[in-house]
């Protein structure tokens, strides 16, 4: 049995960020990690020949905990390619191209999209997206589906799927009536803004110079051989004082893994009942990726952007992924999303038929020179048994308040963090480098 002061369990960012924090702070540090790589939701790969990021890769100016991380380990941003007309497809099924944040919807539709986004933006802006449990109205609005809080807002049904568009979809990536209205008030909170997340150009502003991976290939670079890959910690036993895993024992266990995934682990003795009820309230969301490589960028000839949406369409929302920052790479890549229910019946399909349907789908963005690509990849998260899921987890209907002051409470010597109970930062890098350092601050304090 080997001795530490703390054994950090995964070694995605929230576990790295930990870990060289405590480290820094003159700690004794492990890391174990069940994957043969650093990085979890974090993977920038190249596959038949073209450099993806088969998981997160984009930064907003809200992000300062991952702007701040990014300068500390010397790496640098390149702003996402947004020149020319965006791509919208209405509920008319009629495909119009628009300049600007606000799409070309009926001006009846346009208003109800701003009535209602300004009234998220108030409910917001009244909460502290860490304590989401504490908004005036957080009774009211976890027993409401954000389906039936969209209902009492507007009658404008092309409104309703806009903005239920922006937090289902393409955030919570799971359908409207399955999470709370304080869900999507905590998600707009914790960006900021509804506003923000309405703003493409905003949220997904940046990318990274190599990929988002280098965030932790770089922090697991400075722990020096602590990290230990292809080490699953399936067993932890604990008392008041100190806790073993994975051959260790220490003063401290961060366990720096989705919610979902701390039930996997078997406890001796098992967690308070409130902690285990607690995660199985917690899922995740199901969208794929699809990475659609061109022989050119063809879409910017014809005055494009690459960036399209619609609530309508099976790939509900696609942008321009050419990796401007590889000298000689003139191929065009397209990056699009498949979320929820849609997802499920993409992956009930068979390989050739799943191509053909998100083809045919960008078709209806682009032309027909989205039908001819040279490459096309889905990011396989789903079947991926050390996430299962994507972008996170997010509670079901009336949990939040029931269960989230618990979220980030410590076990003994335990402690439980992720992006997926970040406050500022939910569900995003930024989230996990703050859980991360909070984590640390915490044990740090402590000695
Ligand atoms: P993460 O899940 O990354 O790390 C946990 C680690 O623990 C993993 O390495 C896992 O293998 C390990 N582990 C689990 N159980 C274990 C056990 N029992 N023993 C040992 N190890 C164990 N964010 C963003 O900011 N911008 C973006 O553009 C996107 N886009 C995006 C796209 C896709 C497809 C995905 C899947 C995700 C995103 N995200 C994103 C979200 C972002 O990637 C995510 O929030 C963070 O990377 C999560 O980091 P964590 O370290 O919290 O968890």
Redesign the pocket.
């Known amino acids: 049995m080997n001795d530490v002061d703390v054994v950090v369990?995964?070694?995605?960012?929230?576990?790295?960020t930990a870990a060289v924090r405590l480290r820094e702070a003159g700690l004794d540090v492990v890391v174990?990690?069940?994957?043969d790589r650093?990085?979890?939701?974090?993977l920038t790969e190249t596959v038949d020949g073209v450099r993806l990021?088969?998981?997160?890769?984009?930064?907003s100016p809200d992000?300062t905990a991952?702007l701040a991380m990014i300068d500390e380990l010397g790496l640098t941003t390149y702003p996402r390619y947004r020149s020319g007309e965006s791509v919208y497809i209405g509920r008319d099924g009629v495909r119009k191209t628009f300049h600007g944040d606000a799409f070309p919807v009926p001006a009846e539709t346009a208003v109800e999209i701003k009535r209602v986004a300004a009234e998220l933006d108030r409910l917001a802006a009244q909460m502290d997206p860490l304590v989401p449990w504490d908004h005036p109205l957080a009774v009211e609005l976890d027993q409401m589906s954000f389906a039936h809080w969209l209902s009492s807002q507007t009658s404008d049904q092309e409104a309703r799927d806009n903005i239920g568009l922006y937090i289902g979809p393409a955030m919570l990536t799971k359908p409207a009536h399955t999470f709370s209205a304080l869900s999507a008030v905590l998600m707009a909170a914790s960006a900021g803004g509804f506003a923000h997340l309405l703003d493409a150009d905003f949220i997904?502003d940046r990318r990274v110079d190599g990929g988002?991976q280098e965030v932790p290939l770089r922090l697991a670079a400075r722990l020096e051989g602590l990290v230990r890959l292809s080490?699953?910690?399936?067993q932890i036993s604990w008392d008041g004082t100190s806790a073993v895993a994975g051959g260790y024992r220490a003063r401290h266990v961060v366990l720096?893994?989705?919610p979902t995934?701390v039930n996997?682990?078997r406890f001796a003795p098992a967690l308070p009942p409130v902690q285990a009820q607690m995660r199985q309230h917690q899922s995740f969301g199901l969208?794929v990726?699809l990475h659609i490589t061109y022989e050119t960028p063809f879409w910017r000839e014809e005055g494009l952007s690459g960036t399209a949406f619609s609530p309508y369409a099976l790939v509900h929302e696609a942008y321009d992924n050419s990796n401007e920052d590889v000298a000689g790479d003139d191929r065009g890549i397209l990056v699009g999303f498949v979320s929820d229910v849609r997802a499920d019946a993409l992956l009930a399909l068979d390989a050739g038929t799943r191509r053909e349907e998100v083809l045919t789908s960008l078709a209806a963005y682009y032309g027909p020179g989205a039908l001819s690509p040279v490459a096309y990849y889905e990011?396989p998260?789903q079947s991926d048994e050390?996430?299962a899921g994507?972008?996170?987890t997010s509670f079901d209907i009336g949990s939040l308040t029931r269960y989230g002051r618990h979220l980030r409470t410590p076990v003994g010597p335990l402690s439980f963090?992720?992006?997926?109970v970040a406050g500022l930062?939910f569900?995003?890098?930024?989230?996990?480098i703050r859980?991360?350092e909070a984590a640390a601050a915490a044990i740090v304090e402590q000695r």
């Open positions: 369990v995964g070694a995605g960012v929230t576990g790295l174990l990690e069940a994957r650093v990085g979890g939701r974090l990021e088969i998981g997160g890769q984009w930064v992000q991952l997904l988002l080490t699953p910690v399936d720096a893994v989705p995934l996997r682990i969208v990726k990011s998260w050390w996430t994507a972008f996170g963090v992720s992006s997926d930062g569900q995003h890098v930024d989230g996990a859980m991360g």
